[in-house]
């Protein structure tokens, strides 16, 4: 069987969870099956991937229509494709009209839905209502539809009702426990700014509405003292949010010491390295189908402090891997806390507990590893990906 990928994010660009799941997906796939990749941006070297640049005639036009003319290069390339297969909305479309064109099965992984990131029309503007419309068109026409979390299947029902719930299958995120795996390096550590030996919080993503940056630098004054504040944060979606970040972030400094900031995207085994030497790792996200990121984590036997939303309390279990937030949100696809007060103070309680007893952490850091390595291993994932495929080709 040939499977033809279409994402945005492959190697060397990667930026968030959906691109970890690709690459990872991918090398999987490609021990039962022929896989070729098409994505955006370039050029890349790896045997059997495509790079799909930007349309120089559509420069300077709003980045959804620069999006959709890269999903129009993607279509003709997949001649000979048995399936195809997109991930997230900036790929949909080229999924769809691929699937029409060459008349295979078109299948679509949820990572995130539009529905439930208004917030974008910060970013977009008009073209969210483009991206939008890209997206409920290839929902909608599917062959099938893989959602990363029952959380996240209730969510593609609840956004499309259209689509046919037969056609809505679970397959959760992996890790690769080997690449993700506890780094011991307290000197790489320090030159990151970080020191091993006191005790740490790190926050790991994207400065965006969906991550909960703000309301956990608002939980953050809430720690002792001498707790150190780790941020490997970076890839603002507008310059409000960067604004309002940066604010919080000098607000801290002015009362505390140990405020790490690191901006830039870092190697694997630094973040690896970061996560190693935390007490704890922070996922204060109000929209996360699933949160790759606290398997990352879990991976690198840290405990987790996270939002009991989306996704999430199918991954970290309370009590044995980590802490869970209660939070009670706005049914208006925001995810918007709505008692912020209130959840800002429930997320710094979790945060003291945790950093409280050093040990109970790293006991619930062992016990997420090796539930990392039992439940979510990518070879598993694979198979289950292929019925998917098989089921969706009749």
């Known amino acids: 069987m040939r499977i033809d990928v279409l994402t945005k994010e492959y190697p060397p660009t990667i930026y968030g969870g959906a691109g970890v799941h690709v690459t990872e997906l991918v090398r999987a796939l490609r021990a039962e099956a022929d896989v070729r990749v098409h994505a955006f941006d370039g050029p890349r070297d790896e045997p059997g991937v495509t790079s799909h640049p930007d349309l120089t005639a559509l420069a300077g036009e709003n980045p959804a229509i620069r999006t959709l003319g890269v999903d129009l290069s993607m279509v003709g390339a997949c001649a000979g494709a048995d399936v195809v297969h997109s991930h997230t909305w900036y790929a949909n479309l080229a999924g769809h009209l691929a699937g029409l064109l060459h008349d295979v099965p078109h299948v679509v992984s949820a990572h995130s839905l539009e529905p439930m990131r208004p917030w974008k029309a910060e970013q977009l503007g008009g073209g969210y209502r483009i991206s939008s419309w890209a997206e409920r068109t290839a929902y909608e026409s599917a062959a099938a539809v893989i959602a990363v979390s029952a959380a996240m299947r209730d969510d593609v029902l609840r956004s499309y009702p259209a689509v046919d719930p037969a056609r809505v299958h679970v397959v959760h995120n992996g890790i690769d426990t080997a690449d993700w795996s506890p780094v011991d390096d307290p000197d790489r550590c320090r030159a990151l700014g970080v020191d091993p030996?006191?005790?740490?919080?790190?926050?790991?993503?994207?400065?965006?509405?969906?991550?909960?940056?703000?309301?956990?630098?608002?939980?953050?004054?809430?720690?002792?003292?001498?707790?150190?504040?780790?941020?490997?944060?970076?890839?603002?979606?507008?310059?409000?949010?960067?604004?309002?970040?940066?604010?919080?972030?000098?607000?801290?400094?002015?009362?505390?010491?140990?405020?790490?900031?690191?901006?830039?995207?870092?190697?694997?085994?630094?973040?690896?390295?970061?996560?190693?030497?935390?007490?704890?790792?922070?996922?204060?996200?109000?929209?996360?189908?699933?949160?790759?990121?606290?398997?990352?984590?879990?991976?690198?036997?840290?405990?987790?402090?996270?939002?009991a939303t989306g996704g999430i309390p199918e991954v970290v279990v309370d009590g044995s891997t980590g802490w869970l937030v209660p939070v009670e949100q706005v049914q208006d696809g925001t995810g918007t806390p709505v008692d912020p007060d209130r959840y800002v103070a429930d997320l710094a309680a979790a945060l003291v507990d945790a950093t409280s007893d050093p040990e109970r952490a790293r006991s619930y850091g062992a016990a997420g590893r090796k539930r990392a390595i039992e439940d979510f291993s990518w070879p598993a994932i694979a198979t289950r990906t292929l019925e998917v495929y098989d089921a969706a080709r009749g």
């Open 197 to 307: 030996d006191r005790r740490s919080v790190v926050f790991v993503g994207r400065i965006t509405r969906q991550k909960g940056l703000p309301l956990f630098l608002r939980a953050a004054a809430a720690l002792p003292p001498d707790v150190q504040l780790v941020l490997c944060a970076g890839a603002p979606d507008t310059p409000e949010i960067m604004a309002e970040v940066e604010g919080l972030v000098a607000d801290l400094r002015s009362t505390r010491e140990g405020v790490v900031w690191i901006a830039e995207m870092l190697p694997r085994r630094d973040v690896c390295a970061l996560l190693t030497q935390a007490t704890v790792f922070a996922c204060p996200s109000i929209y996360e189908p699933l949160g790759i990121v606290n398997l990352e984590a879990m991976a690198c036997e840290t405990a987790v402090v996270a939002t």
